[in-house]
């Protein structure tokens, strides 16, 4: 089974608090102390992020690690042959690919991906997974950005928690660059089973996941069929 967990925005790289989100990714792996491994790059390896990744993953029973680019850089596949779940940071996503694809780590996670391993992460590591992504890697724009394309659609996160996000994504669609998006708010994670969106996971103040579209000249905020929202 390939799964992909991409959460809008929330989680321990802003408070080690009920780590709800942080454990429903570990349930998933149906392993009591799973291999799992943060990939901080989008952040340049910031330290406090990795330290609140160890603390909140630590606390849970993982095996935890990391992975380095700024740094000297473990042999990659073969420490991606070893986890169960993988963790990619939020931060600058443009960036972090361009890191990623000259290093060929993102043909190692897609061959990870294919074995089972779950994905997951936050803003630029949620909209890393699809074919684009809404990103704000650029100071003063936001735009869209081919992303790993592991599965289809446009992913957008931040949707509520970021006021330029909405209108931008109302003038994508308006000037029909794009057909649909995946909005992801703050506090909701979008789980993917097989390629499809099967679960919208609140984890705090009821925050949802849309497909939105547009209907002549009308933004459509709708359900994203065959999903099941999951209060935690």
């Known amino acids: 089974m390939k799964q992909i967990i991409a959460i809008g925005g929330g989680g321990f790289g802003r408070e080690i608090k009920n780590l709800k989100i942080e454990k429903y990714i ?23 992020y990795i330290r609140n990744f160890y603390k909140a993953f630590d606390s849970l029973g993982c095996i935890t ?50 074995r089972g391993v779950i994905l997951s992460g936050v803003s630029a590591g949620a909209i890393c997974w ?18 790993l394309n592991f599965v289809n659609g446009v992913c957008c996160p931040h949707y509520d928690e970021e006021p330029e996000r909405i209108p931008f994504v109302k003038k994508i669609l308006t000037e029909k660059l794009i057909d649909s998006c995946y909005a992801v708010e703050g506090f909701n994670a979008l789980h993917l089973i ?39």
């Open 65 to 114: 690690s990391h992975i380095n680019f700024f740094k000297r850089t473990i042999k990659l596949r073969e420490h991606l042959k070893k986890q169960d779940i993988v963790f990619v940071g939020g931060g600058n996503t443009k960036s972090m690919l361009a890191v990623w694809k000259d290093w060929g780590l993102d043909k190692i996670l897609h061959d990870a991906y294919n």
């Open 26 to 48: 570990i349930e998933q792996s149906k392993k009591h102390n799973p291999n799992i491994c943060f990939i901080p790059t989008a952040t340049g390896d910031d330290d406090g």
């Open 130 to 147: 699809f074919k684009l992504g809404i990103t704000d890697s650029w100071k003063d724009h936001q735009a869209i950005i081919p992303c």
């Open 194 to 232: 097989n390629g499809k969106p099967k679960f919208s996971i609140s984890f705090g103040n009821g925050n949802n996941s849309h497909l939105v579209t547009l209907n002549n000249t009308k933004i459509e905020h709708n359900i994203i069929p065959g999903t099941e929202k999951i209060i935690l």
